[in-house]
């Protein structure tokens, strides 16, 4: 430092120099970190002989990896860690015909949540591979409901002494604003048509309709009744004693006084209760251990590498060809399109439906002369109804191309979700899908009566009765609500109409089993909502069957990723590799989880980018996932 110099100069030049160094020594750090990646990168990954194919998944189940923004998500510690259905299913599909796997290991404490459908899925998976004669073991610190729903299909499902199974049943509870909203002279503008469209009611009730409560406890007990019957009949217990544990835990804890992991060991829930060192030494016995004393095994993502699996979400084609294909035959590809999310008019494809970046995809489809059917998998509580309409269109073109379009259901596919899919060749759900909500709303809100509270007044003129338009600060006239109200009532016949003409239905039958009301997709198979039951495999043949294909390739459709951004994510979610390194599952202050509710909330509204202002979106399964994985976490910490 020149000595001259004034000491605020000085101090801003070393606060400077000490920048440069810092950013210098992070991005040295970065460099070390991506050389030490590509090194490992290059080290081949080798399956062991008579080895357990470790699933140990960590975050949420979803259909597709979504890619944020990695530094953002970093700085706000909000990183989404997800695990991917196709690469779970892939891999326990493999396994099971691998020679060199000989057993299974659920290590499930660091899955957050599991959709019912997803753990449906994976059930089915897990059940396909016993069926070669191997073994299943499950070994967790704590099971949440959807970890142990999967858990529940193990030979042996063991836990630690200090863990617990959590039962919680399913339920919604949302934040009301009415009483808020009015205290502070926020006015609320409602247009909607449906009977049971419940996405308004926080905004203009102060606790839930008599007609919500009614279609969502009817919901949640449908895919109650199916966990029950899926842990009982895995677990040879009777439904009752199920229920019993969930709606009498606290009775049945302090029989036990008070110990959570006996409580549920009584219940016959797991098999044993063992320590780290004890389970491992158990699965030990079934696999045998590696030169390193580590249990001989190889985690899921890293068989899917060893075996050169090509996943879902990949541009690249993975073949998969019908059963006893004639190659002579008529062959071609079938197109499979992911969309999860809300549904929005965003120009990208991020955790949300971009209408604009999905009908590119599907326009792919229709200009490809090797593509002769597609396949979409719908995860989605809806969004927008100009979207989801550009989207159905654009779905249109395809079948009037001559390309059969089938849709697959994923966790929900309801509202907006299902407007995309009403006019499907075929539709093909999930069991514990939810489906259905078909109806409409729009929403805003206006705040001249809180600024009238504080002086400030709006005025002036126009040379119609339109020309003020919409403002928050004017309020809204009788005639634009006018126009709004049947532009929604316009919108839901139009809903109705395409479902009925989609799926053969008469336009009252519609009418009756509509009003914004959600089904599980069994009930919505039975109200031919949807055509049949089944995962993405029924879909695929189905679409293959309907482009009267004899062999086919499956062809995986998404858009391009930027590399920066991929490195970036992966480096700040970096898998550990590993074998059964059990960890106690990862814990949540009450404080986040009360921000995480409130960022949920903003979240939402962020996304309803309507040009009309009118949505076809589901509340109750917007909330689904957000409110499961809150309460992932086990009661006693």
């Not at 395809?398 to 390309?403: I, R, T």
């Not at 919108?491 to 009003?515: K, P, S, W």
């Not at 679409?543 to 998404?558: G, R």
């Not at 949540?588 to 309803?608: F, K, P, Q, V």
Request: aromatic share 8%.
């Amino acid at each position: 430092m020149n000595p001259t110099q004034s000491l605020p100069s000085r101090v801003n030049e070393g606060i400077s120099k000490a920048r440069n160094v810092t950013l210098n020594l992070l991005f040295l750090v970065f460099v070390l970190v991506v050389l030490a990646l590509l090194v490992t990168s290059c080290q081949s990954v080798q399956v062991p002989s008579d080895a357990a194919l470790v699933v140990n998944p960590r975050g949420v189940v979803v259909e597709k990896l979504s890619l944020g923004d990695p530094i953002s998500e970093a700085l706000s510690g909000e990183s989404r860690i997800e695990a991917e259905l196709t690469h779970l299913l892939g891999a326990i599909q493999a396994a099971a015909d691998d020679e060199n796997i000989k057993a299974m290991v659920l290590d499930l404490d660091e899955l957050a949540w599991a959709a019912p459908a997803h753990a449906f899925r994976l059930g089915q998976a897990i059940e396909r591979f016993k069926s070669k004669n191997k073994k299943v073991i499950a070994y967790s610190y704590f099971y949440n409901q959807s970890a142990y729903q999967i858990a529940s299909h193990a030979d042996e499902l063991y836990m630690h002494p200090l863990g617990q199974v959590g039962l919680y049943g399913y339920g919604n509870y949302s934040f009301y604003f009415n009483e808020l909203l009015e205290k502070i002279n926020v006015k609320v503008h409602v247009f909607r048509v449906g009977e049971f469209k419940s996405a308004v009611e926080p905004y203009t009730r102060n606790d839930m309709s008599p007609e919500a409560r009614m279609a969502n406890s009817a919901l949640y007990e449908n895919l109650w009744q199916t966990t029950v019957e899926t842990i009982g009949a895995n677990r040879a217990l009777e439904h009752e004693d199920v229920r019993r544990y969930a709606n009498a835990f606290d009775t049945a804890l302090e029989q036990t006084g008070g110990d959570l992991a006996r409580t549920a060991l009584e219940y016959h829930l797991v098999d044993e209760l063992l320590t780290d060192d004890q389970a491992r030494v158990r699965i030990g016995e079934t696999v045998g251990f590696n030169q390193d004393r580590d249990i001989n095994g190889i985690d899921y993502l890293s068989y899917l590498e060893a075996t050169g699996y090509q996943p879902a979400s990949g541009h690249s084609d993975s073949p998969t060809s019908g059963d006893d294909a004639d190659m002579d035959g008529h062959s071609g590809k079938v197109a499979v399109i992911v969309a999860q999310g809300i549904i929005t008019n965003a120009k990208h494809n991020n955790g949300v439906i971009g209408a604009n970046p999905t009908i590119a995809l599907i326009r792919q489809v229709r200009r490809d002369p090797e593509i002769k059917a597609l396949v979409m998998r719908v995860d989605s509580p809806g969004g927008s109804q100009f979207a989801s309409e550009l989207i159905r269109q654009e779905l249109e073109l395809v079948q009037l191309a001559g390309k059969p379009v089938i849709t697959s259901f994923g966790a929900s596919a309801t509202s907006g979700g299902y407007w995309i899919a009403a006019t499907s060749d075929h539709i093909v759900a999930e069991p514990s899908t939810i489906t259905g909500s078909i109806g409409i709303f729009a929403l805003t809100t206006s705040f001249e009566q809180s600024l009238a509270k504080i002086g400030v007044q709006t005025d002036g003129v126009g040379t119609t009765d339109f020309a003020q338009g919409f403002s928050p600060f004017t309020g809204m006239s009788e005639k634009l609500s006018n126009v709004l109200q049947s532009q929604v009532e316009h919108g839901y016949q139009q809903f109705i109409e395409l479902v009925a003409r989609g799926r053969n239905l008469e336009v009252d039958t519609v009418a009756e089993i509509a009003q914004g009301r959600v089904w599980v997709g069994e009930v919505a198979h039975e109200l031919g909502l949807v055509d049949s039951l089944g995962g993405l495999e029924t879909a695929i043949e189905e679409a293959a069957e309907n482009a009267q294909l004899t062999s086919w390739e499956v062809a995986y459709l998404s858009q391009p990723v930027d590399a920066r951004q991929l490195l970036l994510q992966q480096l700040l979610t970096a898998r550990e590799g590993g074998l059964v390194e059990f960890s106690l599952p990862g814990t949540t202050s009450l404080l986040n989880r009360a921000l995480g509710e409130l960022t949920a909330i903003t979240g939402l509204l962020d996304h309803l980018d309507d040009p009309y202002m009118t949505y076809v979106l589901c509340e109750t399964c917007q909330w689904q996932r957000h409110v499961a994985t809150a309460s992932a976490s086990p009661l006693i910490r």
